[in-house]
């Protein structure tokens, strides 16, 4: 098997964004994935990186009657019908989500939850490019009450799965050696009256329901797999929603609602080690059970009047339906309304998706959520383009040739002005693999000694730049 090393969306764009300059437009008017006659829930929306054709995919969980629920998807952005995945009688099948694992007979893993007789499992099936699968696999079965797990894609090596059993919070490493995956033995994290989990990155945060205080708790892991012991955050009378924001530059910020004196507000906390920063945002009246987040270019040093962009969308009432509405910063005095579809909306979530050289540079964000039509919960969307700065790349992609590609035992610059140029390869972790400078008219990386898979070149040459996908084989 060939390693493609593939990314979470979230990573590939430390390697091309302009945090002084990024730039977001519009969000599109609302519209439909799917409007089949079942009612649809829990939407997952990826893109994923290959060699050749990148794939857009949306799953979610689809109601096929009062004692089943199936798991289907589609290819979003080409227009095919959808697929069902799995689906048995008197069988819930629920919550999909994706692990990228990037290799030419395995690309993804598909997770979900199974329900039968009130007993939840976990598992999980192999995806390759082509859309074939393998049969269910058991990721979990050992309590009677798996649920409530969050995926981490972190690089090849440090993938991971986090989930509630019974009442211990557990993470299992997903192990590559010598062409071959596996989950390690689980890591019992924490124990108690655990209620929800989130992570930002290679930390744990939980919600701790005790007897007078609801416990904000994190633990964190370091390369070699070890986590710490669980700490405290901060502690509120009632802690509600825990969000890890979806955030470009993997800003490691979470989210939540906690009630203070009879009041429900919305906090946020950015980790900087080794201290906490917080970022209250007091907002009211909407619900605080149901709102997702995207964050960017967040630096705290900076003060907050000068924080990246962040996004608050959630439901609110309007004369009877709940319409989507977002608040685009910390100081909004009013959310912008980003739905008319006149109807009961809910769990709306940020999402990444392919990334458009159209005007500069950029990547899709989609907002999506499920919508109240014709009788049924349908999967609704708003996306933007986040462009990752103004800078014409046009100035450098006449002046500068890279090639081959594929690449096998170098990677050769031509530089016909033999301007004065800095060159950085990232593999698709976003680890910065090799960089140097130059002017001379022709240069080369040496190939050879690189794992096989995705790299991307980038050459900066004052506010100009160039970025260009290699595959090395």
Same mark, same amino acid.
């Given at each position: ?28 008017? =609302?519209? $439909? ?12 929306? #990826? ?34 019908? $959808? ?11 629920? %919550? ?18 199974? #329900? ?30 798996? !649920? ?10 440090? %993938?991971?799965?986090?989930? &509630? ?32 989990? *989130?992570?930002?990155?290679? !930390? ?5 329901? *005790? ?18 012991d669980p700490v405290e955050i901060i502690s509120h009378e009632k802690i509600s929603n825990l969000e890890s924001s979806m955030e470009y530059y993997n800003v =490691?910020?979470?989210?939540? *609602? ?9 906090? #946020?906390?950015?980790?900087?080690? $080794? ?9 009211? #009246?909407l619900d605080f059970n149901d709102f997702g987040v995207l964050c960017s270019n967040l630096y705290p040093e900076v003060g907050i009047e000068n924080l990246g ?34 109807? @009961?909306?809910?769990? $709306? !979530? ?19 959520? @499920? *919508? ?11 996306? &933007? ?18 090639? =081959? %590609? ?11 002005? @033999? ?17 140097? !400078? ?8 040496v190939a050879s000694i690189l794992d096989e898979g995705i790299y991307f070149v980038r050459i900066d040459e004052g506010e100009n730049h160039l970025t260009e ?5």
């Open positions: 098997m060939k390693k493609i090393n593939l990314l979470s969306r979230i990573m590939l764009v430390v390697i091309f964004i302009s945090v002084a300059s990024s730039v977001k437009c519009q969000w599109s008017l =609302p519209q $439909p994935f799917t409007t089949s006659t079942s009612d649809k829930a829990n939407a997952c929306l #990826n893109h994923i990186y290959c060699y050749n054709d990148d794939l857009d995919l949306l799953f979610w969980e689809q109601s096929t009657d009062s004692g089943s629920t199936s798991i289907w998807y589609k290819k979003y952005l080409t227009g095919e019908d $959808p697929i069902e995945v799995i689906h048995d009688p008197g069988m819930h099948y629920k %919550n999909p989500k994706i692990l990228t694992i990037g290799y030419q007979d395995t690309i993804f893993y598909l997770f979900f939850e199974k #329900n039968h007789n009130n007993e939840r499992d976990i598992y999980y099936m192999k995806f390759a490019s082509d859309g074939g699968h393998s049969d269910p696999i058991s990721f979990d079965t050992s309590g009677s009450n798996n !649920r409530k797990y969050e995926i981490v894609n972190d690089g090849i090596n440090s %993938n991971f799965v986090v989930w &509630l059993s019974d009442n211990y919070l557990l993470a299992s490493f997903l192990e590559h050696q010598n062409g071959v995956f596996q989950f390690l033995p689980p890591d019992t994290i924490d124990s108690g009256n655990i209620s929800e989990i *989130a992570i930002s990155w290679r !930390r744990i945060v939980w919600i701790n329901e *005790a007897d007078n205080l609801d416990q904000l708790m994190e633990a964190v892991t370091e390369l070699s797999g070890d986590w710490s =490691p910020l979470i989210t939540w *609602a906690y009630l203070e004196e009879g009041t429900w507000k919305v906090n #946020n906390c950015y980790f900087s080690f $080794p201290q906490y920063t917080f970022y209250p945002f007091e907002i009211f #009246n962009y962040y996004d608050l969308a959630f439901p609110k009432d309007t004369s009877g339906n709940t319409e989507i509405f977002v608040y685009n910063n910390f100081y909004s005095p009013e959310p912008i309304r980003l739905s008319y579809l006149y109807t @009961e909306c809910r769990n $709306p !979530r940020f999402y990444f998706g392919a990334l458009d050289f159209t005007y500069n540079g950029g990547q899709w964000v989609y907002l999506v959520w @499920e *919508a109240f039509v014709d009788g049924y919960w349908q999967l609704y969307y708003s996306r &933007l383009l986040f462009l990752f700065g103004s800078v014409n790349e046009n100035t450098l992609a006449k002046d500068i040739q890279i090639y =081959p %590609n594929p690449a096998s035992d170098f990677i050769r610059i031509e530089n016909s002005k @033999e301007l004065n140029l800095t060159i950085r390869l990232f593999d698709v972790t976003g680890k910065l693999v090799f960089e140097d !400078r130059f002017a001379d008219k022709d240069f080369s990386v996908k290699i595959i090395v084989h």
